[in-house]
């Protein structure tokens, strides 16, 4: 490997190693499969040359670290991975018939032999998570080639924090998040999660004490996220799985939830408000037709809360909408911090003139002080980034001027005003 910048050379052993191992094509097994852990195989890095230091997308961009790469020593071949949008379309079908067969005989053996047993190709990680004073155990199993969750893959969080890096999903957003509502959950307060996905935030609120009601429409979604439940027995009988209906203002509609096979797996949204619509149904994206509830019309029924900790609503664009069907919710039960993406170009599909974007923005900003956060940040695992005080980000102004901030897509972290 050349390191100009850094003036680092390999050893002499290493570098045979690693010319054996990556010298012409290879296999992401070979060198950087699950049998060698998060890091990559041993042979390939050394303490100064490491998997993060030429690996981590979330400091680097696409591409990884400049001054690592020569003709031998790529990206692709070195980091195992590609800056490309993954292909989602195996990942979805294999997922799918997992589910079929799962619902057949359902048993945690035998999801548990589906999910591994899938082929000479591993799809899924495993990783324990946890961090000593602000975060109890649990295990997260999630899809490798989803975009979102690849950073998973070059470590994990045990034993405290490793190099000064937090390796969580939104790290920033996951350790605020925990600071926050940890003594709340301790009380046996409640989580809402609309948009459960994979089940990272679900499982955080559990392991931090909270009751969770998790809503999440697609079904192969619910299934990893069921197996995920498996996985942690301790944290199962705190969780309620709402499933097959998305969130919104109101209840009884049918709508539709487009998955596309292209980009982050996760993203499946309503209408296909992530994509081109719902144009895309059977050709470039799996689509399915899901009930629609909004929260105030369920919660008396289905969610039983009494002291709300926190609210977390992910659902691509359509976030409007959720919060005009929680508006009672929101009022009455006040949750300590609320996380909401903000995606304005998406909700645009749902919302042409902005109005109730703008209702949404009214009803959070009466109760709570918003901080806008950008995605690198979010994402950025650096310690002293994920651990910078919320003030920094701290918004004042009105809520145009938040949407024109937010530009594209941001989050929105809202604690309650005191």
């Not at 998973?152 to 405290?160: E, K, P, S, V, Y």
């Amino acid at each position: 490997m050349k390191f100009a910048a850094a003036s680092l050379v390999l050893p002499i052993s290493a570098a045979a190693d690693s010319v054996d191992c990556l010298a012409g094509p290879i296999a992401y097994s070979k060198c950087f499969g699950p049998s060698f852990g998060p890091g990559g195989n041993p042979k390939c890095f050394n303490e100064k040359i490491t998997f993060n230091f030429c690996c981590n997308f979330y400091w680097w961009g696409a591409g990884g670290n400049p001054a690592c790469w020569d003709e031998l020593h790529t990206y692709g071949r070195c980091c195992g991975t590609t800056s490309h949008a993954p292909n989602n379309a195996r990942l979805v079908k294999k997922m799918e018939e997992m589910y079929k067969a799962w619902k057949a005989t359902p048993t945690f053996h035998n999801l548990h032999m589906l999910w591994l047993s899938i082929g000479r190709h591993k799809l899924f990680a495993t990783r324990r998570i946890h961090v000593p004073q602000l975060i109890p155990a649990f295990y997260y199993m999630f899809p490798m080639e989803d975009h979102d969750q690849q950073h998973l893959l070059l470590d994990f969080i045990t034993q405290g924090v490793h190099d000064k890096d937090f390796m969580a999903l939104e790290p920033r957003v996951t350790y605020q998040l925990a600071r926050r509502m940890r003594q709340c959950c301790r009380q046996g307060g409640h989580f809402l999660d609309v948009g459960g996905n994979f089940g990272w935030y679900t499982l955080l609120a559990a392991a931090l004490g909270c009751e969770v009601d998790s809503f999440e429409p697609v079904p192969w979604f619910v299934a990893l996220l069921e197996y995920n439940l498996a996985l942690n027995t301790h944290l199962a009988s705190r969780i309620r799985l709402h499933t097959h209906r998305i969130v919104g203002a109101g209840t009884g509609e049918r709508r539709t939830v487009v998955v596309p096979f292209r980009g982050v797996l996760g993203e499946g949204a309503v209408d296909g408000a992530n994509s081109d619509g719902t144009q895309i149904c059977g050709q470039r994206g799996v689509c399915l037709d899901v009930d629609e509830v909004a929260i105030d019309e369920v919660e008396s029924s289905e969610l039983k809360v009494e002291s709300s900790c926190g609210m977390k609503v992910d659902v691509e664009g359509f976030e409007p909408d959720v919060f005009e069907g929680a508006k009672g919710f929101v009022t009455s039960k006040r949750p300590k911090v609320i996380i909401t993406e903000l995606s304005p170009s998406r909700s645009k599909v749902f919302d042409p003139t902005g109005r109730r974007t703008l209702q949404m923005l009214q009803l959070l900003g009466s109760h709570y002080q918003p901080h806008v956060l950008q995605w690198k940040y979010i994402k950025n695992p650096r310690w002293r980034v994920v651990t910078t005080h919320l003030r920094n980000d701290s918004f004042k102004g009105s809520e145009d001027d938040l949407l024109a901030q937010c530009e594209l897509s941001c989050m929105i972290f809202y604690t309650k005003n005191e």
